[in-house]
């Protein structure tokens, strides 16, 4: 009975793991889309030395946020932003004490919820949300090929345990 319950939560765990990346990546993508819909966009080009130096287009270039160019103003892009921050660190503590499998792609999760929140300010953040949402893709997509590879039928992980054996 006890071996049943246990390959129950593991399979809860696995599940998780495998999948709770992925879909953060996917409200993630569905809520920068609507982001950058509502906020973006593209100065007209001028090679006036006095248009340039006013609008700043060497510092923060020609496409740009509406509001504070340096920093992420909105709430729920914040939140999003620190859900993410927790289910990197979640999957990233969670996986080195129950799993075996590398912890580096959680951690890439992690980060790259993290760098659009990091100073300086005084930069576009689009090249921020471009790193972060860049090891963000490449984070999901290795959580999701390390369960896959790690749990598969004919992982030698699978053999090291007994609760396996009456689960097929």
């Known amino acids: 009975m006890m071996t049943v319950l246990l390959s ?3 399979r809860r765990l696995v599940f998780f793991h495998k999948y709770a ?11 920068m889309g609507l982001f950058f819909k509502l906020r973006l966009y593209e100065l007209e ?3 006036l030395d006095s248009y340039l130096t006013k609008h700043k287009i060497r ?10 160019l340096g ?3 909105e709430w729920w892009m914040l939140l999003l932003l620190l859900i993410g921050i927790g289910v990197g660190l979640l999957l990233f503590f969670d996986t080195g004490r129950k799993l075996k499998q590398p912890r580096a792609a959680a951690l890439l999760v992690t980060l790259g ?3 659009p929140l990091l100073p300086p300010y005084n930069e576009n953040v689009l ?5 972060g949402t860049g090891l963000l893709f490449f984070g999901a997509l290795g959580q999701w090929f390390f369960n896959l590879s790690s749990f598969s039928k004919k992982s030698p992980y699978r ?3 007994s609760y396996f054996d009456d689960v097929r």
């Open 45 to 47: 080009y001028y090679p």
């Open 21 to 31: 990346a992925l879909l953060y990546l996917l409200l993630y993508s569905l809520s």
């Open 59 to 68: 510092e923060y270039g020609l496409v740009r946020l509406r509001g504070n």
């Open 71 to 73: 920093s992420i103003r």
């Open 127 to 131: 090249t921020r949300i471009a790193v």
């Open 8 to 10: 129950q939560q593991y």
């Open 159 to 161: 053999k090291q345990h």
């Open 113 to 115: 919820a993290l760098i």
